[in-house]
C-alpha cells in the first residue's frame, strides 16, 4: 500500500516564525498536493506539483510556498506564520494527474500558531 | 461558486440503520471523476467509492453505495446497515479532466454519529 507520512502530528510556533512541513510518498508518484483543512471549510487546496521542481498554485497559495527537488518529497513552508495560518495541513499524492485516480493521503500535521 | 456541495453539516443515524450523505457538484467538464472520503477522529483520510462520469452503473463497495444521478449533478452516499465505527467526517470530491486535472476539490463535509 502506498505510504504518506508527514514529520509531525502537531506542530507549535509563534507568529513570524519560518515552518517548514514535510511530506514523503515511497510509490514513485508524479503527483503530490498540499491541502489545509478548516472546520466547516472542507479541504482546500494550497498548492500542488506534477514534477520534481514543477509547481502550481492551488485555491489559496497566500502565504505560503512549496518545494519538491526530490520526487518523493514535497515541502510546505510558511515564510512567516502568521495566527491564521493555525490549521490542520494534509499531504497527499498520486500516481498521476487522471481525473479518475484517488490521492493517497497523510495523517495531517496540526498546526497552531501563537 | 461552490463546486462540491454538501448540504448536511451532521447528522445522527441509529445503529444498524442505513444513511445517505448528499453532494451536489458543478462541473462543465464531460470528464471527471467523484470521491467519498472518511476522516475518522484519528485524521487519516480513507478513500471510500469512486463513480467516473461515464460509468454507467452505480458503484458500490461493501457497505457503500453510490447514488449518481448525472442530469441533477448529484452524487449521494449510502452507508447501508451503520456500525459505531462509521462515526467520522465524511467529504465528497471531484476531480475534473482537461487542463484542471490534477487537483481534487472538496465539499464541506458531513460529520456522521451513530447513535447505538
Known amino acids: 500500500d502506498v505510504k504518506v507520512t508527514q514529520s509531525s502530528r502537531y506542530l507549535v510556533k509563534r507568529t513570524g516564525e519560518k515552518v517548514f512541513l514535510e511530506c514523503v510518498q515511497d510509490?514513485?508518484?508524479?503527483?503530490m498536493f498540499w491541502y489545509r483543512q478548516d472546520p466547516g471549510l472542507g479541504l482546500r487546496l494550497i498548492y500542488f506539483?506534477?514534477?520534481?521542481?514543477?509547481?502550481e498554485k492551488g485555491d489559496i497559495p497566500e502565504g505560503y510556498s512549496v518545494s519538491r527537488e526530490k520526487k518523493e518529497r514535497f515541502s510546505l513552508i510558511l515564510e512567516s506564520a502568521s495566527t491564521n495560518q493555525t490549521s490542520m495541513y494534509l499531504c497527499?499524492?498520486?500516481?498521476?494527474?487522471?481525473?479518475?485516480?484517488?490521492?493517497?493521503f497523510g495523517s495531517g500535521t496540526q498546526l497552531s500558531v501563537l | 461558486a461552490q463546486k462540491i456541495t454538501q448540504t448536511q453539516p451532521g447528522m445522527f443515524v441509529q445503529e444498524k440503520e442505513a444513511v445517505t450523505l448528499d453532494c451536489t457538484y458543478d462541473?462543465?467538464?464531460?470528464?471527471?471523476?467523484l470521491f467519498w472520503y472518511k476522516q475518522p477522529s484519528s485524521g487519516e483520510m480513507i478513500f471510500l467509492i469512486y463513480?467516473?462520469?461515464?460509468?454507467?452503473q452505480n458503484a458500490t463497495e461493501g457497505r457503500y453505495s453510490l447514488n449518481f444521478q448525472k442530469a441533477r449533478k448529484s452524487a449521494n452516499l449510502v452507508i447501508s446497515a451503520s456500525q459505531l465505527g462509521d462515526s467520522a467526517m465524511y467529504f465528497c470530491?471531484?476531480?475534473?479532466?482537461?487542463?484542471?486535472?490534477?487537483?481534487?476539490?472538496f465539499g464541506g463535509g458531513t460529520r456522521v454519529l451513530v447513535k447505538p
Open positions: 497527499a499524492s498520486s500516481l498521476t494527474g487522471r481525473f479518475d485516480e484517488k490521492l493517497f
Open positions: 510509490m514513485d508518484h508524479e503527483n
Open positions: 506539483s506534477y514534477d520534481v521542481k514543477m509547481k
Open positions: 462541473t462543465s467538464d464531460p470528464s471527471y471523476g
Open positions: 463513480q467516473g462520469s461515464y460509468d454507467q
Open positions: 470530491a471531484m476531480r475534473e479532466g482537461g487542463a484542471a486535472g490534477n487537483k481534487l476539490t
